[in-house]
């Protein structure tokens, strides 16, 4: 079958790799209907050392399930399934209290673990099935396909964000960043009733799409200037939550000078710093909460899932390009020269 593999820094190839199959009797094979460039796939784009055995990547995707082990039994072949970015038992202490991404016998797709697959593929073993894929009941070329491709990783993060934020009816949250995620997290806060919305970012396009999903101001400021902005529009004390979104050293600064004392950051972007301030000046002496995480998003699907479905709920409008599989290495090149937002992967 063909997979994109990353063999180093702003190297992507669509090569012929073994064909996708059964190892354990809690696998399923799935045939990836759709799958997409992460923008946490950009750090080893930028970054990654050259290698001569290539990365499988890819972790978001929605598919068929073409083939299932003995001990499956929540899918069977022909489901049409979104599986969260990380695989999961589904039994361990972990993931009974919601949080998948630390199973003990979980992992993510496309990071060159031994033996699982990335998503940007024609197909991929998906191990414990039954914990972590969720059958939907649409056709393959159903209108709500991209939405819930965007269930399977970018759309959730938002929403974790916000659900780790505590966001809820009456809410002011600021939000730090306008890629695919901080724009997730502008439609997950409204839908879980946020008033007002500050989104922090400056690319029009971006912006406008966030102004439709609910965003009530835009600041285009960065560093102190923007922080000075969201205290105008918070009367001087900082915002009550504020969710970033990008990873990068300086969007953490802002949140860190944006908040309102008492308040919480929530953070899902992928750090890519090892030190930050938290205690001192910074967090401790103004009571502020540091949160996030990698999101469980096998832990939300049910809930959002039929808003989606029903058409309801559309986070797929993040996806405003897509590719055929051959033309994988576009897509990173699109979205690390900001020509897309989000690109979608059509086997």
């Not at 797929?316 to 090149?333: C, H, I, K, N, Q």
Request: charged fraction near 20%.
């Amino acid at each position: 079958m063909r997979a994109a593999l990353m063999y180093g820094a702003g190297d992507v190839r669509v090569e012929d790799v073994p064909d996708a199959r059964l190892e354990n009797a809690t696998d399923a094979v799935v045939r990836v209907v759709r799958a997409c460039v992460c923008g946490s796939d950009l750090h080893p784009y930028h970054s990654k050392p050259d290698s001569e055995q290539g990365t499988a990547m890819g972790h978001e995707f929605v598919g068929v399930v073409e083939e299932t082990g003995s001990d499956v039994s929540t899918v069977r072949k022909g489901d049409f399934v979104v599986s969260p970015f990380v695989f999961s038992d589904g039994t361990c202490d972990f993931c009974r209290d919601g949080l998948q991404t630390s199973c003990e016998h979980g992992g993510i797709y496309g990071v060159g673990m031994p033996g699982v697959g990335g998503a940007q593929a024609e197909a991929i073993r998906v191990p414990w099935a039954d914990g972590t894929l969720v059958a939907v009941d649409v056709a393959e070329d159903s209108p709500v396909l991209p939405s819930l491709l965007a269930c399977s990783d970018v759309f959730l993060t938002g929403h974790h964000a916000a659900v780790m934020g505590g966001v809820g009816p009456g809410s002011t949250v600021t939000v730090i960043g306008d890629g695919a995620v901080g724009l997730s997290a502008v439609l997950a806060s409204r839908r879980l009733g946020a008033e007002t919305v500050i989104l922090m970012g400056r690319h029009t396009a971006r912006t406008d799409l966030g102004r439709e999903w609910g965003a009530t101001d835009v600041i285009p400021e960065r560093g102190d200037e923007g922080v000075a902005k969201v205290k105008e529009l918070t009367k001087g004390q900082g915002s009550p939550v504020v969710l970033e979104a990008v990873g990068l050293r300086p969007a953490y600064d802002m949140a860190v000078g944006a908040v309102r004392p008492g308040g919480v950051i929530s953070r899902v972007g992928v750090p890519q710093y090892d030190e930050a301030p938290i205690g001192g000046t910074s967090l401790f002496s103004r009571n502020v909460r540091l949160a996030g995480g990698v999101a469980p998003v096998r832990a939300y699907l049910e809930d959002v899932l039929p808003d989606v479905v029903a058409g309801r709920l559309e986070p797929g409008a993040v996806f405003d390009r897509t590719v055929s599989l051959e033309e994988t290495p576009s897509a990173y090149a699109a979205m690390d020269q900001r020509e897309a937002l989000k690109v979608a992967v059509r086997p």
